[in-house]
């Protein structure tokens, strides 16, 4: 599974920006998909996650009511909308393919049945 981010990039604090995601490949292999980010110096952490099988749908609470995710899955395609952006929320974006989305956690775990993308650099600033 190759996964590639688009739509990073500078914007002001309370902007917005839209990042997408093209899965390629033996996309049956994952259900759940998502997005991690890794602020500088920080870890990677889970952003948010859906379900293609039943449409669960995770948001970590720095996120909730801010970041929309959806995906079209005939097309493969996953994007987050990120609305009033802060500077906390400045890192780089990674798409990420594998685990299991419920609606109260993301059950992921970094091994070889989980796929990442290249990441996506976003930076909230004035």
């Known amino acids: 599974v190759k996964l590639v981010e688009s739509g990073g990039g500078l914007v002001q604090p309370g902007g917005s920006l839209r990042l997408s995601c093209a899965a390629s490949?033996?996309?049956?292999?994952?259900?759940?998909i998502g997005w991690f980010r890794q602020a500088p110096g920080k870890e990677r952490v889970e952003v948010s996650c859906i379900g293609k099988s039943d449409g669960n749908i995770y948001y970590a609470d720095s996120v909730k009511g801010r970041f929309t995710i959806s995906g079209e899955h005939a097309k493969d395609t996953l994007w987050l909308q990120m609305d009033s952006l802060k500077p906390e929320d400045t890192a780089v974006y990674f798409c990420?393919?594998?685990?299991?989305?419920?609606?109260?956690?993301?059950?992921?775990?970094?091994?070889?049945?989980?796929?990442w993308g290249q990441g996506t650099r976003v930076t909230v600033s004035s």
């Open positions: 990420v393919a594998g685990g299991l989305c419920a609606g109260s956690r993301w059950y992921f775990e970094d091994n070889e049945n989980t796929f």
């Open positions: 490949g033996t996309t049956l292999d994952y259900d759940a």
